[in-house]
């Protein structure tokens, strides 16, 4: 008697257990999402995150309320509408931003960043947003006159910029005499002190930053009537993502064929006239754009093939 009661108590137990791993699993197959190749599917987050170098005005700078502001910033708040999410904003070393886009840390960066063929190996852009260039600021007292006059001289940059990677090229070694003496720092507030300090006889930059730094040094600093190159400003996606830089081209077109364009130009560079509503700061910069996407495409292509043949042979 006491052998059937324990066996008819296995026996439920059993059951009992069967029943519960069964309702888990339908519990599991109603909760968790899944693809066609039954993996899981990843949640879509209700934020987009934006990366960027805060202390670049007037493109993102932190207000009187520590709280981040800026060109910059409002067009991300723009692209966030459109897509309709929330904005989370990541400050970070400027020269980290495309490795973070690569890494899927942040989904776009706004940063005052230049199309480069160089960055267009790893990122893709959106349209043109600005025409910018890089200048040359020096002491007020200094005889530097001309871009021929920083060889041989010290010269401060910001890390990973576009000013970086030109005073570099222009100051590379030449007939076997090193004349690079260039000095690169994470931001441009230390760039600026170190010709300040008389640790450096100029410093490449931005123009609007550059701008912004000598007059709050009103008297000590100038800004040489020669620019040392041109650029243009445009926002950075993970290769691939054309659903988010569709997003923000969408945004850049409407921006600049309602009037938003033009009054945040007003705004935050007064000096600046605009020629033709929407068209000034980005004229003929896009078509130049594509070309040179086109071009790093034409050269991948070529570098594929290059490689197919060699290992062919």
Do not use: H
């Amino acid at each position: 008697m006491k052998a059937t009661k324990i066996l008819a108590l296995i026996l439920a137990l059993a059951l009992a257990v069967c029943a519960f791993a069964a309702c888990g699993d339908k519990a599991n197959d109603e909760d968790v999402n899944t693809n066609a190749q039954g993996e899981q599917a990843p949640e879509e987050s209700d934020t987009i995150v934006m990366g960027t170098q805060i202390g670049f005005p007037p493109f993102e700078v932190f207000d009187d309320n520590a709280q981040p502001a800026g060109f910059d910033i409002d067009l991300s708040n723009m692209i966030a509408d459109a897509a309709g999410k929330k904005l989370q904003i990541e400050n970070m070393d400027f020269g980290g931003l495309i490795a973070a886009i690569q890494s899927g840390k942040i989904d776009f960066s706004a940063a005052g960043m230049s199309v480069t063929e160089e960055r267009l190996q790893s990122v893709d852009f959106s349209k043109p947003y600005y025409s910018s260039r890089q200048v040359i600021v020096v002491p007020a007292d200094s005889t530097i006159a001309s871009k021929e006059d920083l060889l041989g001289k010290k010269v401060a940059v910001q890390e990973g910029t576009t000013g970086d990677s030109m005073v570099r090229e222009f100051k590379e070694t030449d007939n076997g005499e090193p004349k690079d003496n260039t000095v690169s720092f994470k931001l441009n507030a230390d760039v600026a002190m170190e010709v300040l300090n008389g640790r450096a006889d100029a410093f490449v930059l931005d123009e609007e930053p550059s701008k912004a730094i000598v007059a709050q040094n009103e008297g000590k600093l100038k800004i040489l009537d020669v620019e040392f190159g041109t650029e243009e400003y445009a926002i950075a996606v993970k290769k691939g993502n054309t659903e988010l830089l569709d997003i923000i081209n969408g945004v850049i077109d409407q921006m600049m064929s309602d009037g938003t364009y033009d009054a945040m130009i007003a705004e935050y560079f007064p000096d600046r006239a605009v020629e033709a509503e929407g068209e000034a700061p980005v004229d003929g910069a896009e078509g130049a754009i594509d070309q040179l996407a086109e071009d790093v495409d034409a050269n991948a292509d070529a570098a594929d093939t290059a490689a197919a043949d060699a290992v062919a042979e």
